[in-house]
């Protein structure tokens, strides 16, 4: 019996912690499945699965049924697959959820030109627009339901359109789905933003680094390097991974990664952190820890970690959705055959109200409420450099009437600026135009070096310069 091989999947379309769960109950039913993980923050599933009742393609067409698209399986059959969800995400505008709306847009306008120029075939323009439309709704609605979630916002919306269809409401069932549609795809946009704060921190990290070896410097991806590796940062040049300082010395600047405004002065013996920039010097550093390990890596770990964890708030709405569904399914069921049954009143008018009960009542605004907020609040606070670990902790913020800071007696905005020019001899113009001049230097000595750095990937390391 062979042992369970690990999968890595990219998941393109997962924006809320509803998309998840549909997608982890149906790796559930697949036989051979174990060890699920779905993360709707770094849009990636993992699991073990046993080869010889489950491939990776039925896999993946599990996840396509219900309206996700898998990036990656076939090659992320081994540990090593993809080292990041996270990355080589398609722009809004070439997602799936993006051409869906094109293409309902388009049908739509062709129905309302065909009423419009033919009101005669209005009403069946209309009809069709709509039945053609619903079709990958209902279908997701279908595998979301033999998959174990049946009550999903896909099975609402459908059952609600096609109700509307059955009445003869074909412009409200047509509008119906072009909003859900909208919907749908501003709440993808809303979810890369907030993801935008983790991929704002993956780009402190350069993605290449001189690495010395054999007193000559070549350039490799940074993600290559390993503890014992030596690097080589030339001034102006972030640096490639957590280290200690061989040789050299320069004024480095962590702000990106402890806030600190100040450039610091590194020595041999000294720690040095990626993300961080070599101001004025050039440094040997001895690689201490690998990419995966870095700071800047555990950082991101940490905020996804957070995104991940769910508030008081979020976990109550979670408990009180799985009851609210199927409960809303119900009272409208009772208000469209109540009447009717009870009262004699006109089946149409009440199923016509039944209807626009389950409209109303559709909990994906509520469910998706808390989480994308959550979501939101921690990728932007994660772009000014402030860590909040969970959704718990940013609530408790709210709750927060006084703050007392203990550092330095001043608060910054981390930029170092000019305030004041005092001149001991001579004029303010002379002194600024010799602090000019000595800038003007500097800065033409670090685009020297960084051009020759992008050339001359031999230089025997510690030359003269």
Not at 154 to 161: D, F, K, N, P, Y
Not at 397 to 420: N, Q, S
Request: aromatic fraction near 4%; glycine fraction near 8%.
């Amino acid at each position: 019996m062979n042992a369970p091989l690990p999968l890595k999947l990219r998941i393109e379309g997962m924006d809320c912690a509803s998309c998840a769960l549909k997608i982890e109950n149906a790796m559930k039913r697949l036989p051979g499945v174990s060890d699920i993980n779905v993360s709707y923050g770094q849009e990636s599933l993992t699991l073990r699965f046993d080869q010889d009742r489950t491939s990776v393609t039925a896999i993946e067409d599990k996840v396509r049924a219900l309206g996700f698209t898998p990036v990656g399986g076939r090659g992320s059959v081994h540990a090593n697959a993809q080292s990041r969800a996270n990355t080589g995400r398609p722009p809004q505008w070439r997602t799936r959820k993006a051409r869906l709306v094109a293409v309902i847009g388009v049908l739509f306008v062709m129905a309302a030109l065909v009423a419009h120029l033919a009101p005669t075939f209005g009403r069946w323009a209309w009809s069709i627009a709509a039945v053609v439309t619903i079709v990958p709704f209902a279908r997701r609605a279908y595998a979301g339901a033999v998959s174990g979630t049946p009550f999903s916002i896909e099975t609402l919306m459908s059952v609600a359109a096609l109700g509307a269809l059955l009445i003869g409401a074909a412009e409200e069932a047509a509008a119906v789905i072009l909003l859900f549609a909208l919907g749908e795809l501003l709440e993808g946009v809303a979810a890369g933003k907030a993801r935008a704060g983790i991929e704002a921190l993956i780009a402190l990290v350069p993605r290449d680094a001189l690495r010395e070896r054999d007193g000559t410097l070549e350039r490799v991806p940074a993600d290559m390097l390993v503890i014992g590796d030596i690097v080589v940062v030339r001034p102006g040049d972030r640096i490639p991974a957590d280290g200690s300082v061989i040789d050299g010395a320069a004024d480095v600047d962590e702000s990106p990664v402890t806030g600190e405004s100040v450039p610091m002065s590194k020595a041999a013996g000294a720690a040095v952190y990626a993300g961080s920039v070599s101001t004025n010097g050039e440094l040997r550093i001895d690689v201490t820890r690998a990419a995966a390990d870095n700071t800047i890596a555990r950082i991101v770990h940490m905020v996804e970690a957070a995104q991940e964890s769910k508030a008081p708030t979020a976990r109550l709405i979670d408990r009180f959705s799985r009851r609210y569904t199927p409960a809303a399914m119900a009272v409208a069921l009772l208000v469209a055959i109540v009447p009717p049954l009870v009262f004699g009143e006109p089946w149409e008018t009440w199923i016509y109200r039944g209807l626009a009960t389950l409209l109303i009542a559709c909990p994906c605004a509520l469910v998706i409420s808390t989480p994308a907020a959550i979501a939101s609040g921690l990728a932007a606070l994660a772009r000014h450099g402030l860590l909040v670990k969970g959704g718990a902790a940013l609530e408790t913020l709210a709750r927060i009437r006084t703050v007392v800071f203990d550092k330095t007696g001043t608060l910054t905005a981390g930029r170092p600026e000019v305030t004041d020019v005092v001149v001991f001899s001579g004029t303010q113009d002379d002194l600024l135009a010799k602090a000019a001049a000595v800038e003007r230097k500097a800065t033409l000595r670090r685009h020297s070096l960084r051009r020759s750095a992008g050339t001359d990937v031999t230089t025997v390391a510690g030359d003269d310069r």
